[in-house]
């Protein structure tokens, strides 16, 4: 036989050799604090892993499983760096009866749980701690409790972070970038973003100093490369240091039924609850924002600058102690903000929140307040609308068709002095421009209102009684918070039907199409 035809017998068989090798047979690895053996191989609930160095340095495949098992304990970073595909993800979960598998950074990391330049993981099911004894405490050291960090890799598929319980994170409240759950998307060299990623389903509690906060460096009109497919749904977050819920850098962004209680607990300088910095299209829907402690900014909703088409649909803002929504902007320039555009906050409940309602701060143009149902109770005197300056004033702005119940003194005006976190105001919006009010009810006691409200008869407005009594939730006890999530979204609607006089319509989000693109 030649060998040429040795050759054409030999490349069938190697080619059919190729491809098995090319699909390798997934595999589950299990993980247990007290019974494993790094020695073991690990695929069996008989013979597991015991530490998650073993899981850092182990080499996954596409479609492998990691299972921690239920009641172990490791004072230890887990630490995912290999990458599944769409249609074979590698997932972090728990196995067994008993507590989450808990893991305790304890300080020795600055994550608990880090997915690093991977793509195509889930981390599911566990509880993470990041916080130092008293006497190894550093004010300056950064903690998080979950990190998700892609840094010169271009695109990053498929991140899912579902079902945590992430508590006592001692991050330093100097910077936004530390806190509960983090993701970032960094690259000096190869310009890096998100490309579907959900954080869904999460307890975030006792944080510093964010919540859940996104990272990007690319967020100028030049340099700009935005997160697409977003999605933070249906997590809780209670006593965070600074902000609750920030996106940043991110097209089409979809924050949707979050509940965040008690941000601005601890950090100094200007937090809300939820907001967005540097976006586009960012759809913020039937959240709660309640009791942020702070009037430095202190409102349950932003809609920050550098940003265009935010919109704020159907929340509910309570008890903030700086107000119910902040619109606002420093000077535009063409390298790294282009102002606040085109925000739309429609069909959203406010009540008894502090200081100023609805606040326009500098170099806001194209916004629309609409249809919102502001309650303001007994004794409460509050800026229902003021304008303040930051490098500028706001223009174009309308307020339509909103609905004003004041049991107490509502304001409207331009900041006129300053006194800390408060502002002095005096009637009228000038040098504001077109600041427009048009078809709004005013119940109760107002002071320099505006035109539309001229020469109505003043009655005194009491409040009806109502159910407001919203679900509550103790995230020292987790079990049950699927049951709380269901119950919640549930008075939310039915609240929400209650006070707008009409159902619920939640909509989808959007991303700029190539006609909208930065310039």
């Known amino acids: 036989m030649c060998l040429n035809d040795i050759r054409k017998l030999a490349f069938p068989a190697l080619m059919l050799c190729t491809a098995f090798t090319g699909v390798a047979r997934a595999e589950t690895y299990y993980v247990d604090s007290v019974l494993g053996d790094d020695r073991a191989p690990g695929l069996s609930v008989e013979r597991p892993w015991r530490s998650l160095a073993r899981v850092r340095d182990f080499p996954f495949k596409p479609g492998d499983r990691i299972l921690l098992m239920a009641g172990s304990t490791w004072k230890e970073p887990l630490t995912i760096s290999r990458s599944g595909r769409a249609d074979a993800r590698i997932t972090v979960s728990s196995a067994g009866a008993g507590p989450r598998p808990r893991i ?20 599911s099911g566990l509880e993470v701690t990041n916080d130092n004894p008293p006497s190894n405490r550093d004010a300056s050291a950064m903690r998080t409790g979950v990190l998700v960090s892609a840094q010169d890799r271009g695109v990053t598929r498929g991140i899912r972070i579902t079902d945590m319980y992430i508590h006592d994170v001692r991050g330093t409240n100097a910077r936004k970038d530390n806190g509960g759950i983090v993701f970032q998307a960094v690259g000096q060299r190869v310009a890096t973003r998100f490309l579907d990623i959900a954080i869904e389903r999460n307890i975030v509690w006792r944080v510093d100093r964010s919540g859940i906060a996104g990272i990007s460096d690319r967020v100028t009109a030049a340099n700009w490369f935005p997160s697409e497919n977003v999605v933070i749904r249906d997590n809780y977050l209670e006593d965070v240091g600074g902000d609750g819920i920030v996106p940043r850098g991110t097209d089409g962004a979809l924050i949707e039924h979050n509940i ?40 349950g909703f932003d809609s920050d ?7 704020i649909l159907y929340n509910y803002s309570h008890d903030n102690a700086g107000g119910f929504l902040l619109i ?15 925000t739309v906050a429609r069909k959203n409940v406010s009540r008894n929140d502090g200081t100023r309602i609805f606040q326009l ?25 003021v304008a303040t300056h930051w490098d500028g004033w706001a223009r174009d702005v309308r307020f339509k068709d909103n609905v004003f119940k004041v049991a107490g003194t509502a304001r409207y005006g331009m900041e006129a002095g300053r006194s800390g976190p408060d502002y002095l105001i005096r009637a009228g919006f000038d040098p504001g421009a077109f600041i427009r009010f048009k078809g709004n009810s005013y119940m109760g006691q107002h002071v320099d209102l505006p035109p539309d409200g001229m020469g109505r008869p003043v009655l005194p407005y009491v409040e009806r009684p109502a159910d407001w009594q919203v679900p509550t939730f103790d995230p020292a ?10 119950r919640h979204r549930s008075w939310m609607l039915d609240m929400l039907h209650r006070e707008l006089g009409e159902p619920v319509e939640l909509k989808q989000p959007r991303r700029a199409s190539i006609f909208e693109a930065r310039r």
């Open 305 to 311: 600058f550098n940003s265009r088409r935010t919109t």
């Open 361 to 385: 701060s500098g170099n806001v143009s194209d916004a629309l307040v609409e249809g919102n149902v502001v309650h303001v109770g007994k004794a409460m005197d509050v800026q229902m609308v």
């Open 260 to 299: 965040v209680r008690g941000a601005g607990a601890r950090a100094p300088g200007y937090n809300a609850g939820i907001w967005q910095w540097s976006t586009d299209n960012s759809l913020i829907q039937l959240n709660e924002a309640a009791y942020t402690r702070t009037r430095y900014d202190g409102q």
């Open 104 to 123: 305790d950074a304890g300080g020795v990391s600055p994550y608990g749980v880090g997915v690093m330049n991977a793509e195509y993981v889930t981390v």
């Open 477 to 486: 006890k987790p079990v049950g918070f699927v049951d709380f999530l269901v």
């Open 328 to 342: 606002c902007s420093p000077k535009v320039n063409g390298s790294d903000n282009l102002g606040n555009r085109g």
